[in-house]
């Protein structure tokens, strides 16, 4: 298994999105953050801006979805071309069934988990998703600081997709930087999202490049 780098444009120019698209074209995959100001605390973007990243952006969008009633909202997505669309548990009635609508129109089906939301009621559901995100910051903004005490869940998580002999990404989000990459990666994330790292640097190709060698050394 490689490790995939996303960085987040969460973290980029909003005025220069395609450009910031072009800054990133060695990423494995683009993560969009959409935020609705009621499930976090910030307003982001929405289907008409997402659908023109999609039409300009050379690399495949991964997007994470933070908003409310995920069950209506993530088939739009799903719709309008993005690669992979992840809700959160904690926003959806019906995990399970909006999985499986994302899988029939041809996406990636992603499910996010808050830093204070368990794994273990999740686990019997991993065989209908393609991706869990452990979320290692609470969810809403950009530039904080890494949770370690995620780890133990990342590691439950990859035990959990060993054991069923499912192929089910890992990924992470918030906080990861070549000082925490290689501890995410550890501990059984594959999927590297990196917004302030890899954005504030000022040669993002070569971020990217680091971040994916330090993971990919320490994946197991
Ligand atoms: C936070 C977002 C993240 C954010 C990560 O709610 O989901 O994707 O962009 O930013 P960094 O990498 O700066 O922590
Ligand atoms: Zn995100």
Redesign the pocket.
């Known amino acids: 298994m490689d490790a995939l780098i996303h960085p987040?444009i969460?973290?980029a120019d909003f005025a220069n999105l395609a450009a910031e698209l072009e800054r990133v074209a060695d990423a494995d995959m683009v993560?969009v953050?959409v935020?609705d100001a009621h499930f976090?605390p910030?307003l982001t973007l929405g289907l008409p801006v997402v659908e023109r990243l999609v039409a300009v952006s050379p690399r495949p969008l991964d997007v994470?979805l933070?908003v409310t009633d995920a069950d209506r909202w993530a088939p739009p997505y799903a719709e309008l071309g993005a690669a992979s669309v992840t809700i959160h548990a904690e926003a959806s009635q019906a995990p399970i069934r909006t999985a499986r609508e994302l899988r029939r129109l041809g996406v990636r089906a992603g499910l996010a988990l808050r830093p204070a939301t368990p794994v273990e009621p999740f686990l019997p559901l991993l065989a209908e998703i393609d991706m869990l995100l452990v979320?290692t910051?609470?969810?809403?903004?950009?530039?904080?600081s890494?949770l370690d005490s995620m780890l133990p869940k990342i590691r439950t998580a990859r035990q959990a997709i060993r054991e069923q002999d499912l192929d089910v990404w890992i990924q992470v989000?918030?906080?990861?930087?070549e000082e925490t990459v290689a501890r995410a990666a550890e501990a059984g994330a594959n999927v590297m999202?990196?917004?302030?790292?890899?954005y504030g640097a000022s040669d993002a190709g070569a971020e990217i490049a680091r971040l994916r060698k330090l993971a990919g050394a320490h994946l197991h």
């Open positions: 987040s969460l973290s993560h953050d935020m976090v910030n994470h933070m979320m910051v609470e969810p809403g903004f950009g530039g904080q890494f989000d918030g906080g990861v930087s999202v990196a917004g302030s790292a890899v």
